[in-house]
DNA sequence: GTCAATGATCTTGTATGCAAGATTTGACTG
DNA sequence: CAGTCAAATCTTGCATACAAGATCATTGAC
C-alpha cells in the first residue's frame, strides 16, 4: 500500500459525504470504516478529525464521528453566509478577472446550459458546482477561493436535493445568464447583488425540503 | 488524567500560537510537545491535524508540523478575504442587532478607549479582538460569527505586530469610533464600507512589517 | 406491562510498537 | 578544501494493545 492511507480516505469519505452516499445524520463507525479500507482505526480517525475541522463531519466526544446534520437555523445561516462570500467573489472577480477567467467562466455557463437542455439535474449539479467556482478562481484571490469552495462542499449534500424542485434548474440557469452579464460587463454591484440573491433563494426554497430530510435522517440516525 | 486530551493540546497549542509564544515557521516537534504535556504521540497528533484544518499549523507529509507562516500574497489575500467578511458581519448586524447586542458593542468599545488612554498595546489587543467579536455575534448568525472567528485567530499572530507601528493603536480606535457611530445609527452599508477599509489598512499596513518577520521566522525555521 | 437498575458488550481515546521515508553526519573523491 | 555519496539516526505514519466511558440487554420490581 503505497502512498499516504489519511488523504486518500480523507478524500474517499469526503467524496461519500459529497455526492450522498453517506446521508447527513448518518454514523460512521470507526472499525466499519477501518475494514472497508482495509487500514487501522488510525488514519480513519485522523480523516475524521479532518472531516470534522472543514465541517462535513461532527465528532461528539466518547460517542463517534455523524456526517454533519445542519438544522434549520444553521442551514439559513450557513446559506447566507455563503451568499455573502459569493457576492464578496463577484465584486472581485468583476474588477479583476482577465481573459483566462472570462474564457472559463463561459465554458463552465456552456456546460451548464448543455445540462439544462438535457432536463437532467444529476449533470446539472457539478456543472453548477463548477460554474459558482470559475467565479471564485477569478476573483484572484486563492485563500477567499479556498474558503469559498469549503463552503460549498459544505452545503453540497443539501444542494444536491433542490435540483429536484420542479422548475429549479431552468430558473437557476437563467439566473446564471444575469450574473454572467453583468460579471462580463463588469458591473461588479449588480453581479453581487444577483449572486447574492441566487444563493439565498437556494436556501430559502430548500427549506421545506430540508425540513422533511431533517426527520427522514434523524429516523435513520436512530435506526443506524 | 480524567478528562479529554487533545481538545486540552489543541486548546493550548492554539493559545501558544495566537499569543505569539510559538512564532510562524517554528517546527512542532511531536515527542518534544508529547514530553512537555506529558501524553503520547497520538493525541498530539490529533491536536496538530485539528489545527492544521483551521489553518494554524502546516503539516507537511513526512516532515512534520509547523506553525503556519503566510507569504506575503496569503497574507494580503488573508487581510482581504477578512475584510470582506466583516463588512459582511457590518451589513447583517446593522440590520438586526438587539439592545443587548448594543450594550455588549459599546462596553467593548470602551474596554478599548480605556486601553487606548493607558497607551497599553498589550491590553488594547484583545479588547480589540473582542470589539470585532461583538460584531460578529450582533448578526445573529452563529455560522458567520464562528467563521469570522476562525479567521480573526488565524490572523492574530501577525496582528500582534502591527500594534506596535506608532499610532496606529490610536488610529485604530478612532476607526473603531467610525464603525460604532454607523452600526448604532443602523446604516448598514457606511458601517461595512468604514471596516472594510480598517481591516484593509490593517493588511497593508502590515506588509513592511510581514516581510521583515517573514525573514526573521525562516531563519529560526532554518535554525530550528 | 412498563420502567428502572445492573451487568455484559461495544466503542472510543490513549499508549506503545514497528516499518519506511527524511535528515544528518562523516568519509571519500575530485 | 568543496562537494557528494552513504550509512547511521531521527521522525513520521500506521498498526496494535488496553483502559475507561457509553450503549444495550436482561432481570427484577411495581
Known sequence: MRGEATPRLREALEDDIVAGRL??????????????????????????IQLASSGLVEIRPRRGAFVLLLGPRELIESFELMAEIEAACARLAARR????DRAALERAHHACEDAVRAGDP????????????????ATGNRVLAAEALRLQRRLQPYRRLQLRVPRRMDASFAEHEAILAALLSGDGEAAAEALHAHVLVQGERFMSLITALQDEAEVVARAG
Chains 1, 2 share one sequence.
Open 97 to 100: 478577472m482577465g481573459d483566462e
Open 122 to 137: 444529476e449533470a446539472y449539479y457539478p456543472t453548477n458546482a463548477a460554474f459558482h467556482a470559475a467565479i471564485y478562481a
Open 23 to 48: 446521508r447527513p445524520g448518518q454514523r460512521l463507525d470507526e472499525v466499519g470504516l477501518a475494514e472497508r479500507f482495509n487500514v487501522s482505526r488510525t488514519p480513519i480517525r485522523e480523516a475524521l
